[in-house]
């Protein structure tokens, strides 16, 4: 893979890689007596390792000239193989977590295996891990195709996909080491947010340059979800993560918001997080690897146009229902709200928009696991937008606030949509990409989609049932006028739901696992697919070319 | 670009669009979305009209209603406190045997008190009250300072060997650790106490063994134990005659007791609980030991 790589950009790559090196160095140098001193090896041994794999082969002759009449896959092919690396991690420390609320002894009394280590390690390394590395995979393969162009170079593909690793093993084993700003999804201390910075500038300056070099008239709607998803993230982890550290010697940093405010804007970031993220890029993945897949085009164009820009100017309002009935001031509190009703409508509208593409294709949803996943992806993503616009609403998130049922609703979100579109885009891109028939076994898709089907369920049934019972009983009063049930009563109901809910999540675990095999064996052991539809999967061959041989 | 078509299924043209082969359907937007686009946004309208919504230069709209958030806290919180008041008030004003024998008034406490202990008690006494090592049962109607409502009042305004002036204290020396006995005397009389709670335990065999003991016990441990072994609730010493054992019965349990001594702990609840509420627990955990407990005719 490294050969297809130019001297030049060889030779780059290892400029690059020396210079972390002598970065990593630093921090383990000037760290050594605190936390960041372990990073700083990590960094340095993490660029270590890549300077060899491109040194081993930086003399080696040119690559072929013809390889620029052709997309650039490799680094999307990395970047699938790590997402599943992912989410087998990240899951399984969500159901290590889930365990240990039904059974707390599973932390075994060492620090660094608590709860509070844990848990963000499991939404760092599902979201961004995992969801991570198939948003930028996938937006590499969706935005060549629908530009009909090679991406615009071959190294920087590659320092995002990298990078953004590395900003990843950063955070989250700096969560174990017990280093966190404590932002809920922006626990990363500040030198791993600087990092991602420079990662997330180049992701989007890559992403702009091959779009300026499309040969459609038009920008398709996928790209217009992936291109506000890399600028948005941008924009909030940059204004989210403002911070002063202690010192430059130490991973210890304080943010410069407080109070009120620093709620706030943790939860327009938070909020954003959710809408840019978990939702834009995966409409973005939506949009491309549905109708591939059923082979139907777009129910309606008008429609993907107007819930994009509904979607993206209504979330930016809708954070501060995250703060409800707190120090937060009301008049804030009912626009967060309000917003939040009205986004209702985009969304359902590009959840409408994706099963009406559907039509004529139902059959095919029938027989086809793959495409069932991207189905009812579409309908988590309508149950979990009516459910996120219902929560949003004071009264309901009286009740709600606090209680599981959010991070029922977080998980009908986060299993029920994110996850079976990836699988589902994967399942669908994984042999176009490795040129094969179709994947090892399609059995295999049928069983992780039942397993994961399952597991969702469960979960989020266990959540509901759980979130309504807390719910109600922190506010029932008796009538001597005092609440009816201690805390601990209220803990102790939730326990059997706690045992269902980690059993749901080994499920969904178990399917994951089995989609990785799957994936291993499609590689290693399934035969190419040497049929002319294959061959065909090239981009317009233009004016971009001779710039690109020249960069 | 490719040619606009007519999609066989739903009739409907293309756009002309072509994205490595997705195709796009001119379908107009359904009206059903313009609809609740209309309706989410007259319902966003009727909610900013209403309520505090949208911010000023210097302040916000105040919304027609008047109605703002901490006005609402205060004002449902005095609501509250004015329904309890009538029968808080009967609390405060009544002693102990008028409160218990109010059947309504005891009622109440019975339902406060059991959440009271709940959120307050049971991380160490447990949900049900029933203790575990080094934490008294509550229920055995076993009392180390006394199981009527006035005493449990004042361990729990002031704790056992806590942070408050008027602490109840009390400890057990380490008579092993400091010297005071030797091993063969703490065997000895570790063994006698045992003897007392399990009668079993005297047989002609060990008659030499119970009388070292007893002795052993006369010169170190009645000053606080008393001479029947019975306790002292005033000194918060256990009774070593029955079956419940704040440390443990084991032989072995009772030698580590004698050979490292105790002291206990719980905090004072005076800052962290009001005078009614403490009241209220007071009663409750009075009523947990049923109808067995002890009164202060046990202590000598």
């Not at chain 1, 600087?194 to 990662?199: E, R």
């Not at chain 1, 994984?430 to 397993?451: G, Q, T």
């Not at chain 1, 805390?487 to 059993?503: D, G, K, Q, S, W």
């Not at chain 2, 419940?244 to 032989?251: D, M």
Request: charge should be negative; hydrophobic fraction near 50%; charged fraction near 15%.
């Amino acid at each position: 893979m490294i050969r297809q790589l130019t001297s030049g950009e060889r030779r780059s790559a290892a400029t690059i890689l020396v210079a972390l090196v002598i970065v990593g160095l630093a921090m383990a140098a000037a760290g050594r007596a605190d936390t960041l001193g372990v990073h700083g090896a990590i960094v340095f041994l993490y660029s270590l390792v890549l300077l060899f794999l491109v040194l081993s082969v930086i003399f080696d002759p040119e690559p072929e000239p013809s390889r620029l009449s052709q997309y650039y896959d490799d680094p999307s092919k990395v970047g699938i193989v790590l997402t599943m690396i992912w989410a087998i991690f990240g899951m399984g420390v969500g159901v290590w977590v889930a365990a240990q609320l039904a059974w707390p002894e599973l932390a075994f009394d060492a620090a660094w295996s608590s709860f509070g280590r844990l848990r963000p390690a499991h939404t760092t390394g599902v979201i961004f891990g995992f969801g991570g590395n198939a948003l930028i995979a996938t937006s590499f393969h969706v935005l060549q195709r629908t530009s009909r162009a090679r991406l615009a170079d071959q190294l920087s593909p590659w320092f995002v996909v990298f990078g953004y690793n590395l900003f990843c093993i950063l955070a989250v084993s700096g969560y174990f080491m017990g280093i966190t700003q404590s932002k809920e999804y922006a626990e990363a201390e500040w030198y791993a947010d600087i990092w991602l910075v420079v990662v997330w500038v180049t992701y989007f300056v890559l992403f702009i340059r091959t779009l300026a070099r499309r040969k459609e008239p038009h920008i398709y709607v996928a790209n217009w979800y992936y291109m506000a998803f890399i600028l948005v993230v941008a924009v909030l982890h940059i204004v989210n993560n403002i911070a002063v550290p202690v010192s430059l010697t130490g991973a210890k940093s304080y943010s410069i918001y407080s109070g009120v405010q620093d709620a706030m804007v943790q939860w327009w970031y938070g909020h954003n997080a959710v809408a840019f993220f978990l939702t834009a890029g995966f409409l973005g993945m939506l949009y491309y690897y549905l109708p591939k897949r059923a082979e139907r085009p777009i129910f309606s164009y008008r429609l993907s146009i107007i819930s994009f820009w509904g979607i993206t100017f209504f979330y930016m309002w809708a954070g501060s229902h995250h703060l409800h009935y707190t120090a937060l001031p009301h008049w804030v509190q009912t626009l967060g709200m309000t917003f939040s009703v009205m986004l209702l409508v985009p969304s359902w509208a590009s959840a409408g928009n994706a099963l009406a593409t559907l039509n004529g294709a139902w059959h095919k949803v029938r027989d086809d696991a793959t495409l069932r996943f991207i189905m009812v992806a579409s309908v988590f993503y309508g149950l979990t937008t009516f459910e996120g616009s219902f929560l949003a609403i004071r009264p309901v998130n009286g009740l709600s606030h606090y209680t599981d049922w959010t991070v029922g609703h977080v998980h009908a979100g986060a299993l029920g949509w994110v996850a079976f579109i990836t699988f589902g885009s994967l399942y669908s891109v994984i042999p176009w990409l490795w040129k094969k028939k179709a994947m090892y076994s399609a059995r295999l898709v049928e069983v992780h989609f039942w397993l994961a089907l399952m597991g969702t369920i469960i979960y989020v049934f266990a959540m509901w049932n759980s979130g309504i019972l807390q719910g109600l009983m922190w506010r029932t009063y008796n009538d001597s006028g005092t609440l009816a049930f201690s805390f601990l009563e209220t803990v102790i109901a939730m326990h059997p739901y706690y045992i269902a809910r980690a059993f749901g999540g080994l499920l969904f675990l178990a399917g994951a696992i089995v989609g990785t095999y799957n994936l291993y064996m499609t590689i290693r052991y399934t035969p190419e697919d040497a049929t002319e539809k294959a061959a065909g999967d090239l981009p317009v061959p233009g004016r971009g070319e001779a710039v690109a041989a020249g960069e | 670009m490719a040619a606009i078509e007519r999609d066989p299924v739903t009739g409907r043209l293309t756009t002309g669009h072509d994205w490595n082969g997705i195709a796009e359907l001119d379908t107009p937007i359904p009206k059903v979305v313009i609809f609740f686009l209309v309706v989410t946004f007259l319902f966003s309208l009727v909610w900013w009209i209403l309520m505090p919504a949208w911010p000023l230069i210097t302040t916000y709209t105040r919304g027609a209603l008047g109605i703002d958030q901490r006005t609402e806290v205060e004002e449902s919180i005095e609501a509250a406190n004015a329904a309890r008041s009538i029968w808080l008030s009967d609390l405060a004003a009544k002693d102990w045997s008028q409160i218990q024998a109010d059947g309504t008034l005891m009622a109440k406490v019975k339902e406060t008190g059991h959440r009271l202990f709940g959120d307050n008690c049971a991380v160490c006494h447990g949900a049900s009250g029933t203790g575990g090592p080094g934490f008294p049962d509550l229920t055995d109607g076993d009392w180390i300072w006394g199981g009527d409502p006035d005493a449990i009042a004042q361990t729990l305004r002031v704790g056992v060997n806590s942070a408050a002036e008027d602490t109840r204290t009390s400890q057990m020396p380490a008579f092993g650790r400091d010297g005071v006995l030797d091993r063969a005397q703490i065997s000895d009389v570790a063994y006698y106490v045992r003897s007392l709670s399990d009668p079993s335990l005297a047989t002609p065999e060990t008659a030499d063994r119970i009388a070292k003991g007893k002795e052993v016990f006369a010169a170190n441990c009645v000053s606080c134990h008393g001479e029947d072994a019975r306790g002292n609730v005033d000194l918060g010493a256990p009774n070593l005659t029955d079956s419940h054992w704040l440390y443990g019965g084991s032989a072995s349990q009772i030698v580590t007791t004698i050979f490292g001594g105790r002291m206990g702990h719980m905090p004072t609840w005076e800052a962290r609980l009001a005078p009614e509420e403490i009241k209220m627990l007071a009663l409750y955990v009075a009523t947990m030991g049923g109808e067995t407990q002890f009164t202060g005719e046990q202590s000598q």
